[in-house]
């Protein structure tokens, strides 16, 4: 699932000459489904494709190639779409996977900011995000991290003595 998070995220109009084209006729896999929208692999190309539904079957339209490596407007975008849509187990299992990474410990000396910068970017990195998208998807990722560690929160003990925010229901250490 990763795998078609990263994909997803750098998904834009294709300009030059050598992008792929999506072959109808060929074989095709989904690989990953994005609210109205399927990441598919089509003769070893990602493709963005819109899902038109029909009669029992799902049709698939207007197939991007995902471009790799070019940032717009539209790959930001979407990057920040992909942030929103992912379901909810699977961001809490990215934030446990954190955490454990971590040690289950957050010392609070290190400061708020600090350490949401750091969380920020350990996540954009576990999902996948380039570099130079992980700035783009800053903001989506704050407020869905902040958004689910306040679910998360019997999860976590504070200890004010100690200065620490331990994660006790998850910790694999």
């Not at 834009?12 to 990441?39: G, R, S, T």
Request: some cysteine; proline content about 6%; glycine content about 4%.
């Amino acid at each position: 699932m990763w795998r078609a998070v990263a994909l997803a995220v750098c998904a834009v109009p294709a300009v030059a000459q050598d992008v792929p084209v999506f072959d109808p006729d060929a074989n095709f896999v989904v690989e990953q489904i994005l609210d109205e929208q399927a990441l598919v692999m089509n003769r070893q190309n990602p493709f963005l494709c819109d899902l038109l539904p029909g009669d029992g079957v799902v049709q698939l339209q207007d197939c991007k190639p995902i471009v790799l490596g070019r940032l717009n407007s539209a790959a930001v975008a979407q990057a920040a779409r992909v942030v929103e849509l992912m379901p909810p187990p699977a961001f809490q299992a990215a934030i446990l996977s954190v955490m454990n990474d971590l040690d289950c410990v957050i010392d609070i000396n290190l400061g708020e900011a600090a350490i949401r910068d750091d969380i920020i970017a350990r996540m954009a990195e576990k999902l996948g995000f380039a570099p130079e998208v992980r700035a783009a998807v800053e903001e989506a990722l704050d407020q869905r991290i902040s958004d689910t560690l306040d679910d998360m929160n019997d999860r976590f003990v504070i200890d004010r003595n100690a200065a620490t925010v331990t994660l006790v229901d998850g910790c694999e250490s």
